[in-house]
């Protein structure tokens, strides 16, 4: 019986353990997400407010600059033809458009030597263009890594 006890202990004792390094786990990663980002967008773009909502919500932290975005894109280097509605700074790295929040969270692990993110247009169905207004209709769109002498190549697909 004394057995019996020690053994349950013992996997009671694991069990605690397991859920307090997830636990541990999970703070970390939304700590790491609980970030600044500046955000340049033009002041009645609703669907800029959607993506910086959708950010915002996976833990990101908006400082918000209603002055467009056209200068500071070319500012920062990210090349004109793959614009789009708003432009964002994350640790260094350039965001351009609706890019889901998952794929900076994989670039800020990985760490590629890069610009940055980009989506260019305005594709529907991605975070900030997937609203009631869009029916539920989803295009396909890729996510590019845009090198630092403005090459690109897909970052990530999304169906």
């Known amino acids: 019986m004394e057995s019996i ?10 069990a605690s353990a397991l ?5 541990g786990l999970f703070r970390a990663q939304a700590a790491q997400a609980a970030q600044g980002m500046a955000v340049w967008k033009d002041p009645n773009c ?5 993506w910086i909502s959708h950010m915002e919500q996976n833990g990101f932290k908006a400082k918000v600059f209603d002055t467009g975005n ?8 990210m090349p004109q ?16 458009g609706h890019v889901p929040a998952q794929d900076i969270l994989r670039l800020l692990k990985e760490k590629p030597q890069a ?11 991605s975070p900030g263009m997937d609203g009631p207004a ?12 845009v090198l630092k ?7 990530q697909r999304h169906a």
């Open 5 to 14: 006890n020690r053994q349950r202990r013992l996997l009671l004792g694991g």
């Open 19 to 23: 859920g307090l390094a997830s636990a």
């Open 46 to 50: 609703g669907c800029c407010h959607d």
């Open 70 to 77: 056209n200068a500071v894109r070319i500012r920062l280097g």
């Open 81 to 96: 033809k793959l614009g789009s509605c708003h432009t964002a700074l994350v640790q260094g790295y350039v965001i351009e």
């Open 115 to 125: 610009l940055g993110l980009a989506v260019p247009g305005m594709p529907i169905g």
């Open 134 to 145: 869009y029916g539920g209709r989803r295009d396909r769109y890729d996510v590019l890594l």
């Open 149 to 155: 002498d403005g090459s690109t190549q897909v970052f």
